[in-house]
């Protein structure tokens, strides 16, 4: 199984901007489709967004959509998450988290479609 680190996290001001890590180890990272969840206080986890094994297919929860970019470089085993424009709403832990499925992945937004986690990274944004 992969082994999931995040990094990048912290505290920033409303509109500004962090960018989110997370370091693969353990298995073949072009193996795995790479997603990003969140969990604030009380809630669930939600899908962020998700990028397929190459990094061409890539998709969005709407409440980011156009203010977070997913990306991946497969040669030094890591996943992004470019956040701008944070919202307080935007509060929450931050999860990476890979998929073994290699497909086009638009329907995978579930957390049962993972099935390897990172430890998580606090992100607050406040107002």
């Known amino acids: 199984q992969v082994q999931l680190v995040e990094s990048g996290g912290g505290l920033v001001q409303a509109g500004g901007s962090l960018r989110l890590s997370c370091a693969a180890s353990?298995?073949?990272?072009?193996?795995?489709?790479m997603g990003w969840f969140r969990q604030a206080p009380g809630k669930g986890r939600e899908f962020v967004a998700r990028?397929?094994?190459?990094?061409?297919?890539?998709y969005y929860a709407d409440s980011v959509k156009g203010r977070f970019t997913i990306s991946r470089v497969n040669a030094k085993n890591t996943v992004y998450l470019q956040m701008n424009n944070l919202k307080p709403e935007d509060t929450a832990v931050y999860y990476c988290?890979?998929?073994?499925?290699?497909?086009?992945?638009?329907?995978?937004?579930?957390?049962?479609?993972?099935?390897?986690w990172g430890q998580g990274t606090q992100v607050t944004v406040s107002s």
């Open positions: 353990g298995r073949t990272f072009s193996n795995y489709s």
């Open positions: 988290a890979a998929d073994p499925y290699l497909g086009a992945g638009s329907t995978r937004f579930s957390t049962w479609h993972y099935d390897a």
């Open positions: 990028s397929s094994w190459s990094g061409e297919g890539t």
